[in-house]
């Protein structure tokens, strides 16, 4: 079956650095998706990966590793509104999205 | 301004009487897909459409319907809510997914069936 793991809830500091890890299984796979959602409101796009390696947008990063069938989002110099989930999500052989439950991220002053 | 629309934001009913959650994108996107979400489950798939007239059931697509008689409007429709479809409802489109382009999401609905 098709699968999705990422951890349920994580904690890190303002102005330190947090790697959100996923991995996933799928039929065929067309790249990877995250979304930032704060409570209670729209999942919002972070960030594609099809390739393997590192790709860096600002103070957030996202990795691939296709062989491994692994990725992590990577968030830099935290600031307190980075607290949200953070949902992982890969597209499948038939372009349909298989989402995992998502990444609370608590920060703390 | 590019978005998607769902009305209403929340919403409490009953049991057994029918309601229609509209959602509506002004971006001529093709594909629309509704999305339940509860707690430590994530975003569930219950119907999409790949255009007018074609849709297609998702992950959880019991208990409810869908129409999409225009582009721009794709409602999700409980004939007969149950308080197990009480959840957080978000609606989203995009460019067909072959294209592969992220989705914009409503801002969501959120339904307590009692």
């Known amino acids: 079956g098709q699968n999705i793991d990422q951890p349920t809830e994580m904690t890190a500091t303002e102005g330190a650095i947090v790697q959100i890890n996923c991995t996933y299984q799928t039929s065929g796979f067309n790249g990877l998706f995250w979304y930032q959602q704060h409570a209670g409101e729209a999942p919002t796009f972070l960030s594609y990966?099809?390739l393997d390696g590192l790709e860096e947008k600002g103070r957030f990063s996202s990795f691939l590793s296709r062989s491994k069938g692994y990725s992590y989002l990577l968030l830099k110099e935290l600031q307190m509104k980075d607290s949200a989930s953070y949902l992982c999500a890969a597209l499948d052989s038939n372009y349909q999205l298989i989402w995992g439950a998502g990444t609370k991220l608590i920060i703390k002053p | 301004e590019a978005q998607v629309t769902q009305n209403p934001r929340y919403l409490i009913t009953v049991t057994g009487k029918k309601l229609t959650v509209t959602c509506s994108q002004n971006m001529n996107h093709e594909y629309m897909s509704w999305y339940r979400q509860d707690p430590g489950l994530g975003l569930r798939q219950i119907y999409y459409s790949m255009n007018v007239e074609v849709t297609d059931k998702g992950d959880v697509p019991e208990g409810y319907k869908v129409s999409r008689k225009e582009k721009r409007n794709f409602p999700l429709i409980l004939e007969s809510p149950s308080p197990n479809q009480t959840s957080l409802y978000f609606c989203a489109s995009s460019p067909p997914p072959d294209r592969v382009h992220e989705q914009y999401f409503g801002p969501g609905t959120r339904l307590t069936v009692t």
């Open positions: 990966n099809v």
